[in-house]
């Protein structure tokens, strides 16, 4: 929800592109997450969802990137989303390692 309210005050012409798709990245993590764990009961496919999720998850660390050089987002706000996304990211990752922590 913070990257919804932030790429709010980007410009108008970023909102087909730039806009749309950090908006799009970042939902679909947790979008992804919710399959996932809706499809816990099989091992590889719940693997394979919290695969979708990281890759979504390093997307958005692409399109914050481009953010921050374009001066659209703040170098302190871009510092403290990247902070909450690494956590995001060790997370999914540690998930995928240990499946059978998680699935049924």
Known sequence: MEIFMLSKRFPKEE???LVDQIRRSSRSICANLS???AKRRYEKVF???L???LGEEFETETWLKYSVD????SVEDYSRLMLQYE???KMLISM???PEKFCK
Do not use: F
């Open 87 to 89: 956590e995001v990211r």
């Open 35 to 37: 399959e996932a764990w």
């Open 51 to 53: 695969t979708d999720c």
């Open 70 to 73: 374009c001066e659209y987002l």
């Open 47 to 49: 693997i394979n969802k």
């Open 15 to 17: 909102r087909y592109s």
């Open 96 to 98: 995928i390692n240990n």
